[in-house]
């Protein structure tokens, strides 16, 4: 073999191994790790009680998922609120008429926490822990966000909310309340990747029993609303659908296995939601 031979063959291994070496340290592996840079995610929630409760000292599922991604959460969830301003008679509710998420969407945009009550006295009376969470995010940056989870549904449904109306921001429905703020918030901050969760399994229990009856017409409602979110998603985008159901699924079959009461996630329910939502989110960034 010729000398030339011989180093043309030489130098094809070593530029081979080199090209190997450079492809294992510079390409990113699809298993992610957080945080996934020197500088923490900063991710802001609002929804209702799935991500604040810590009923019986187990703590909120923010707090699962900022142990799962080592990001910065400030959770602004609040229980028992919905999407949709389902109250159309004259008395105040502050659930459905002042916390519901078209307001909480306006206080994201605006900074004004005037927005949500015309009453702030009396807000903060009968709701501190709403009223304290209102001020705090009237007072968060969303510009200096990386991810907003906008988490509701299961309200709306129990409350028998309409999907869709002929007006596809209706704000009495599900669909318009959640297209009107998305939109909103969307066209308000650009760079803000913006996930909206499905509405996930959950059912009432009444003295140990459950209701068939009410859960198949809340199945229905949920499935309709899980449709939409995900037309919503596909409108905009920074708008992103997170389907649970994909990693874990939790129907009348096995919901004792992950739900405490029937519809928020006892310890197994939130390891297994925080682990499947913080490798979604690995994968957008």
């Known amino acids: 073999m010729s ?33 996934l840079d020197e500088n923490k995610l900063d991710i802001l929630v609002v929804g209702d009680s799935i991500f604040c409760n810590n009923i019986y000292g187990i703590p909120d599922l923010a707090v699962y998922l900022e142990e799962k991604t080592g990001c910065e959460i400030q959770n602004c969830s609040i229980g028992g609120t919905s999407a949709s ?50 001020l705090f995010l009237a007072g968060t940056d969303p510009a200096r966000e990386d991810f907003l989870i906008v988490n509701y549904g299961i309200n709306d449904a129990f409350m028998r909310v309409k999907c869709n109306s002929d007006d596809k921001y209706d704000n009495y429905t599900f669909g318009g309340a959640m297209r009107r703020g998305i939109e909103k918030i969307s066209q308000k901050y650009p760079d803000l990747k913006i996930i909206v969760n499905e509405v996930n399994y959950a ?83």
């Open 3 to 35: 000398t030339g031979k011989k180093v043309f063959i030489i130098l094809s291994i070593a530029f081979t191994i080199l090209f190997a070496v450079i492809a294992f340290v510079l390409i990113p592996n699809r298993k992610y790790s957080f945080p």
């Open 85 to 134: 301003k389902f109250n159309r008679g004259n008395e105040i509710d502050y659930y459905a008429d002042k916390l519901n998420f078209y307001n909480v969407a306006n206080i994201i945009c605006t900074g004004n926490a005037s927005t949500v009550s015309d009453n702030t006295h009396s807000l903060s009376i009968n709701f501190p822990d709403g009223y304290k969470k209102m």
């Open 203 to 285: 059912t009432i229990i009444q003295v140990g029993e459950k209701d068939s009856e009410f859960d198949e017409i809340t199945d229905q409602f949920r499935k309709e609303y899980n449709a939409e979110l995900e037309k919503i998603a596909s409108e905009y985008p920074n708008v992103y659908y997170f389907r649970f159901s994909d990693y874990c699924v939790v129907n009348d079959e096995n919901y004792e296995e992950y739900l405490f009461d029937g519809i928020h996630y006892n310890e197994k329910g939130k390891e297994a939601y925080a682990t499947a939502l913080a490798e979604y989110i690995g994968g957008l960034n």
